[in-house]
């Protein structure tokens, strides 16, 4: 999406004052007309700023596995070591609920899902930015450049899993990298090399022969996304989540405390 | 299905209540703009030259103090010359960064123009000014209405609602400063402001309704979730039903006809009554809406605390206005403007 650099027509100026007032006009219509040349009507989402480089030909994802998640937190924990967001402030946890299927005889059941950025096809937080500081690469993370980062919070807002937040510390934008360092490096980020249950996989969707690719293949009916009809393509899978789960909890909050800091 | 939470994080409000008093003031700013263009138009000695004065304090003191309020919500305020440097013309908050300057000077001009009694320059920067509201009110409106995470903001009865609520604030904060210009209450044109408060007020009557209906025909997604929020939550029906009580209250008093003898205290009540409107209408959609998930189940807890992100900010951006507001009201009546010259 350009704009085109709009100059003030360059005629003699005049030294009457009808040509300061054409000239404050077109100061004007100049002003006006660089709202209407951009059209940001369509910004924030299906209208995305071209992606960085990545790591090339891959496309990362992450499957989640509800099934064999036994609510740990080992995940919570081994990422909060490996990248120290503040305390109280996580970029990925499990979220546990319990469940009444309401059906006689049977027990309450815990739902644990684990929770992060999606890193999605489609963000809507990357073309809200003011100032470009959080991109998407080509391989599909989506990162936050916090030095660039104003901290304006519009980000946050714009991503509807609440994967995002303010650290306290740094007072900027902040969220899960899919331990971009570690991939980097070979390695696998911290809460899939921590998941006591083998719930969560990472690997190159482009790669066809790679685990994560095999896996969804071979569940592909049974594959979900959270809030799929927002059109954002996230790319955490899950399997074995309840229908209930998707479109965002209706029920029952628990118990909440104000947070201090 | 029963589901309940067990174990959520805390999510904070990414937006501070500075959100708060920055769309509170640069609503009643663009609106008092649109306003005193509309008045500049008027014939000297009319009804519409008369409330000029007025406007043009409103206009003045809240293009200065918004800016301030917006610098202060960013949690890196020291940065926000990277606006400048990274233009963005696809984000709405970049966009802002540049329409917001070109208003506050064009609105200093504007004033500045009306003390210098320059009738003909003061139209033409009235056309400016006037178009530069109206970017002032699309951009601060798209800004939120692009969110579809947030139902309730994703709708174009936001920034229609902002906008009108917004002009009641100006009327409003005009009628309350009035009493502190040289001029006074005496010659103050009360049926005037009236008028245009209760077209207003008319207009966010209707808006109201046509929102229902739709809502109610299944095409609004913003009156679905407000819907749902009203009948899950005691605090959002105790919101709505003090909206419905407070909003008959200030339709009684924009309505209600005048007696001969209104005193200056029924305009204060009747002012402070419009600004409260705009400004409670402001803190249910930015501070109240955080709270509502995106996901998860009820309402967060979001305390705001008593420091200056909180309540400090907020009485600290009034006293900002009042400053503001002191300082103007030294200067015309020290400096009065100069008697109309020959144009």
Sequence with gaps: ?261 | MEIIELLTPAYEAAWLPWAVQYFFLIGIAATSALLAAWLAFGAPGSDRARLLPAMVTVLVVTSVAAPVSLLADLHQPGRFWHFYAHPTPWSWMSLGAFLLPVFVTLALAFGGLWWLRKPALLRAAAVLLAISALSILVYTGAELMVVRARPLWATVFLPINLALTGMLGALGAALLVARWLPAGLADFPLPLLRRVAQWVSLALVAVALVWAVLGALGHSPSFGEAVQLFNDFGAWKLALLGSVLGGALLLALIWRPLPADAGASQGLLLALAMLAATWVFRWIVFMAVQAVPKFGAGLYLQGISWGGDGVLGMVGVFGLVAALLAVVTYVLYRYPPRAAAAA
Excluded: W
């Design chain 1, 1 to 261: 999406m350009t704009t085109t650099a709009k100059t003030l027509s360059t005629t003699a100026p005049s030294t009457s004052k009808r040509g300061l007032l054409r000239a404050l006009l077109g100061f004007g219509v100049t002003a006006t007309g660089v709202v209407v040349a951009a059209d940001p009507a369509e910004a924030a989402m299906d209208s995305q700023p071209p992606r960085r480089t990545g790591t090339p030909g891959k496309r990362y994802g992450m499957l989640v596995d509800i099934r064999r998640c036994i609510g740990c937190q080992a995940c919570t924990v081994s990422c909060s070591m490996e990248n120290l967001p503040p305390i109280g402030q996580f970029r990925t946890t499990v979220l546990q609920y319990e469940v009444d299927t309401k059906v006689p005889g049977t027990p309450p059941a815990m739902v644990s899902l684990p929770r992060l950025c999606n890193h999605c096809d489609n963000p809507p937080c990357v073309p809200v930015c003011p100032v470009q500081a959080t991109f998407q690469r080509t391989d599909g993370v989506v990162l936050v450049d916090n030095e660039r980062c104003v901290g304006c919070g519009y980000c946050v807002q714009a991503c509807p899993y609440d994967a995002r937040f303010i650290n306290h510390e740094t007072q900027t934008a902040d969220k899960c990298t899919f331990c971009e360092h570690r991939l980097e490096a070979g390695l696998l980020p911290a809460c899939v090399e921590s998941c006591v249950g083998g719930a969560r996989k990472i690997g190159d969707l482009n790669d066809a022969g790679s685990e994560i690719a095999t896996l969804l293949r071979e569940h592909k009916d049974e594959i979900k996304t959270l809030k799929p009809d927002l059109g954002t393509r996230p790319h955490v899978f899950y399997i074995g989540l309840p229908d209930e789960f998707v479109d965002g909890i209706d029920g029952q909050a628990g118990v909440r405390v104000v947070p201090g800091h």
